[in-house]
């Protein structure tokens, strides 16, 4: 006798489905676009809390500044780069609905003298109104960015932010700040580095420097010496020789209880390389801390790699491996010049300093505003 059929048998299974996302409140979004010399860069957030949560990001090379350090312009084919970068970064503000925005240009738009003509044009055809913003105000959003990397051992702090225009450096003591209290003083800085007395203990900014030469302009004041370690040695004594004028660097500083957190994409390429990353990963190099004898390796690795051997290596990538001597010979210059044998690599900049500084001022953040 045959079995019988079971009841319900050939009928179609009940799909097991997560349920949908629920997309964010667009009143609760902010979004933060960085346009520097090399890179366009955006991100949309909201508040978590005393952080944020990335809802969506963009990232594209644009080289704006490519033939600026010759010409003194901004060049017709990477204005047109830059444009239709900026186009994606529109369709991903209306999409999200976001009306809370900062959209910043730096060292190549206050450089340039027709930066003015670029601006019009990226408002006449994007609607998007970027602002071009001093070299004060870009070395303070760096830093604040870098608020929660900041160790409460920390007395006396150096923020470096390489850019591809220009690189910031601002040195911070916090020696009269309760070690607990010590990231959320750098986090104050963002209403400005002279601050007045008020209720919390403040961070002192000592000194702080704006030297016109990033991974792109410094590249291309070299680009007419043939060899290739030569090349790396004159960019880095180059550049040493512009931070006379930075007040810490003259008198010693004392190793313990001292900090360098560096960020800028030639850091972060540098210490993916060290972990021997062949597909990035930031929950790996955000917060890394490396020994100047490992910086130094990835260095020297590079420079025995040669030009060909760079194209190729996965580790740098198509887009960074042009620029990485430069940025490897700043970077180079200061481990050599502060008495620190570790660097904290921060995969964050001014995109995340705009973000705070809106959240901060609106009072979201928890435990804010700052």
């Not at 986090?187 to 000194?207: C, E, I, N, W």
């Not at 900090?259 to 917060?287: C, E, F, N, P």
């Not at 959240?359 to 804010?368: P, Q, T």
């Amino acid at each position: 006798m045959a079995p019988k059929r079971p009841k319900g048998a050939g009928a179609f299974p009940l799909p097991v489905e997560s349920p949908a996302p629920i997309p964010p409140d667009p009143d609760s979004l902010y979004a933060a676009l960085d346009l520097g010399t090399n890179s366009c860069r955006m991100l949309i957030a909201q508040p978590k809390g005393s952080q944020f949560h990335v809802i969506d990001s963009f990232s594209k090379s644009v080289q704006l500044g490519l033939g600026l350090e010759t010409s003194g312009r901004l060049s017709r084919s990477s204005m047109a780069r830059t444009v239709n970068a900026m186009r994606i970064c529109m369709q991903k503000l209306r999409r999200h609905k976001v009306s809370r925005m900062r959209l910043v240009a730096t060292e190549a738009c206050r450089r340039a003298t027709n930066a003015g003509q670029f601006i019009a044009q990226v408002r006449r055809e994007t609607g998007l109104k970027l602002e071009i913003i001093e070299p004060e105000e870009e070395a303070r959003l760096a830093v604040i960015s870098c608020a929660p990397l900041v160790s409460t051992r920390t007395d006396q702090l150096l923020v470096v932010d390489i850019g591809g225009g220009s690189t910031e450096l601002v040195w911070i003591d916090l020696t009269n700040v309760p070690r607990l209290d010590r990231p959320k003083a750098i986090m104050r800085l963002h209403s400005g580095f002279k601050q007045g007395p008020g209720p919390f203990p403040v961070a002192k900014v000592v000194d702080w420097i704006s030297v016109p030469l990033g991974v792109a302009t410094l590249r291309d004041q070299f680009r007419d010496v043939e060899d290739d370690s030569a090349r790396f040695a004159l960019m880095s004594w180059f550049f040493e020789e512009n931070l006379a004028e930075f007040a810490p660097y003259a008198s010693e500083q004392i190793k313990e209880g001292f900090q360098i957190i560096g960020t800028s994409g030639t850091v972060t390429t540098v210490a993916a390389s060290h972990l021997g990353l062949r597909r990035y990963d930031r929950s790996k190099v955000d917060g890394l801390r490396m020994t100047t004898e490992q910086i130094d390796t990835v260095i020297r690795d590079y420079l025995a790699l040669g030009p060909e051997g760079r194209r190729n290596d996965p580790r740098i990538g198509k887009d960074r491996q042009a620029l990485i001597m430069s940025g490897a010979a700043i970077l180079q210059a200061l481990m050599r010049i502060w008495p620190t044998d570790r660097l904290s690599v921060a995969d964050r900049g001014l995109r995340e300093g705009l973000l705070y500084a809106q959240m901060s001022a609106d009072g979201v953040l928890e435990g804010g505003p700052y």
